[in-house]
């Protein structure tokens, strides 16, 4: 989903509806009160947030369930968002949601470092970073690559029968951006 809405951008860039929305990846639908467990909330606060992101098109209804048990699912994995907006106020918006985002990946990347790791997974978790000279187009080329690269794997979120047994979810982040001149430090 690319988000081109400031307001939308605004709506998305909160803590706990990021999470919400993880959190409708990983369990499937799901409804206010299941999450409010999962997130040690109230349910009318998850309810609330959970209406912002309906509002906006992250989220939705899911279909066939009764008037007591409403489910919400996710609507798309992946967004996305340009923080070249044509006007200022798109441009503050792609920055608050672009902070909020890279708040919560440093938060969640920090908290991994320390957790316990099972046995079969220690070794498999790649970290790792590299600073490289490159032109806008390798940029962006190495973007679309990676974007390629996970793109056999993304579907699994909607398709839990094409999840292995041995799975989890993993995290995966990915970052560019140009390291200030010198003369800009």
């Known amino acids: 989903m690319e988000i081109k809405d400031p307001k939308a951008m605004r709506a998305l860039a909160h803590p706990l509806r990021i999470r919400l929305l993880e959190l409708l990846a990983i369990e499937g639908p799901a409804t206010a009160a299941r999450l409010a467990e ?10 609330f947030h959970l209406r912002v ?16 048990d409403r489910p919400w699912r996710l609507v798309d994995i992946e967004q996305t968002w340009d923080a070249e907006q044509p006007d200022e106020d798109g441009r503050s918006a792609a920055s608050e949601l ?59 979120w909607q ?3 094409a999840r292995p047994a041995e799975g989890r979810p993993v995290r995966i982040f990915h970052n560019a951006y140009l390291l200030p001149e010198q003369e800009e430090q």
């Open 98 to 156: 672009s902070q909020a985002f890279l708040e919560w990946e440093t938060a969640r990347m920090k908290a991994a470092v320390t957790a316990k790791v099972p046995e079969e997974w220690k070794g498999r978790l790649p970290g790792w970073g590299a600073t490289l000279w490159l032109t806008p187009q390798e940029a962006e080329q190495l973007g679309h690559a990676f974007a390629q690269l996970i793109k056999p794997y993304v579907g699994r």
């Open 38 to 47: 999962l997130v040690a909330e109230s349910p009318s606060n998850c309810s």
């Open 53 to 68: 992101l309906a509002k906006f098109g992250y989220i939705e209804r899911a279909p066939g369930q009764s008037r007591r």
């Open 159 to 161: 398709e839990p029968d």
